[in-house]
């Protein structure tokens, strides 16, 4: 199944699309930004990946926490293509991809003879003198 991600509650934009054991993927300003390249970047990870809308069978989708603006953002256009295409959402935890991704670089990047980290805590900037933050096990 051909596979949309869309993240803009962070200060990156990121679109990706996971099709035939592949990923192409596009990074921009994110939060408030996001909302004047979401669409672009959603069809030109598509045509990067040689595909359509309708060739999409599910949308992944960030879910946050993070900028108010970027969620509404993921939000609203995750919604509106998942109702056109008629197929469904699944929201990602950001805290959680991103303690994930640590896990993932921490595993590949130590030796099989190195215990690995099994502990993983995940920052974002909230502004305004906050964090939001969460620890995975």
């Known amino acids: 199944m051909n596979r949309l991600a869309i993240e803009t509650s962070t200060e990156q934009l990121s679109v990706a ?4 054991g592949q990923v192409w ?3 921009g300003p994110g939060g408030a930004q996001a ?5 672009a970047a959603v069809h030109q990870v598509l045509a990067q990946a040689g595909l ?3 060739d999409i069978g599910v949308i992944a989708m960030g879910r946050g926490p993070g900028s108010f ?10 919604q509106g293509l998942a ?3 008629g197929v ?3 929201p990602i935890d950001t805290l959680l991809a991103l303690a994930e991704e640590g896990r993932h670089l921490c595993a590949t990047r130590l030796s099989e003879d190195q215990s690995g980290a099994t502990r993983f805590y995940a920052v974002i900037d909230a502004r305004m003198g906050q964090l939001y933050t969460a620890a995975y096990e």
């Open 17 to 20: 699309v996971s099709a035939r």
């Open 25 to 27: 993927s596009h990074q």
């Open 35 to 39: 909302s004047a390249g979401l669409l």
């Open 52 to 54: 359509g809308l309708n």
């Open 69 to 78: 603006t970027g969620l509404r953002t993921a939000c609203a256009v995750s």
């Open 83 to 85: 109702f056109g295409l």
């Open 88 to 90: 469904g959402i699944v």
